[in-house]
């Protein structure tokens, strides 16, 4: 009896493992061509109401996290990632707006994203995302922070990384000394 509880406790554990280290599937998202949504107004409004200020003269590149639409984004990001990645693969956002709506995507569930990594890193291959959006996907930030040590996110790192980010900083995420310095946080 006591083998049957342990035989279904370590299934379970590999169940629960599997769920965990692999990514949200996001290929649904590809379809081009489907209608704006709300999160396509914020991040349009957002640029528009700045006078579109790129994110480079901006003193926060992250200030929409702290409106109150942007923090209702960021506190449940879930039904708007398939709508980030149609604003991502488009040509007629900016990238500010690009590097806007990955900053709302930053506390999605880290197997959402990972998912997302995957389908930026397949974005930049095809020279849809620049390499300064591609850092922000990159860089832990929000929920990646704290899985830096995970090898499903730390394989997506260093696939992405190399081409975008100093040595020295790919060292220290790997290490873990970025989380030391930014815990919990993440920016």
Request: glycine fraction near 6%.
């Amino acid at each position: 009896m006591k083998r049957l509880w342990i035989i279904l406790a370590a299934s379970l554990l590999l169940v629960v493992a599997w769920r965990f280290w692999s990514p949200a599937d996001l290929s649904a998202c590809t379809s081009e061509g489907a209608a704006p949504g709300p999160l396509t107004a914020i991040v349009h409004n957002y640029f528009e109401s700045n006078r579109r200020i790129g994110w480079r003269d901006m003193d926060d590149r992250f200030d929409i996290l702290s409106t109150p639409e942007g923090q209702k984004v960021a506190g449940q990001p879930m039904p708007y990632a398939c709508e980030a990645l149609q604003i991502l693969q488009s040509p007629a956002f900016s990238e500010s707006e690009k590097i806007f709506t990955t900053a709302l995507m930053f506390q999605l569930p880290i197997s959402q994203y990972m998912g997302f990594m995957d389908r930026s890193h397949q974005l930049y291959s095809e020279h849809r995302i620049d390499p300064e959006v591609m850092k922000v996907v990159v860089l832990p930030r929000g929920t990646a922070i704290n899985y830096w040590w995970l090898p499903a996110w730390r394989q997506r790192f260093t696939r992405d990384a190399p081409n975008l980010l100093d040595e020295s900083l790919i060292r220290h995420v790997l290490t873990g000394g970025y989380w030391f310095d930014h815990p919990g946080a993440g920016f």
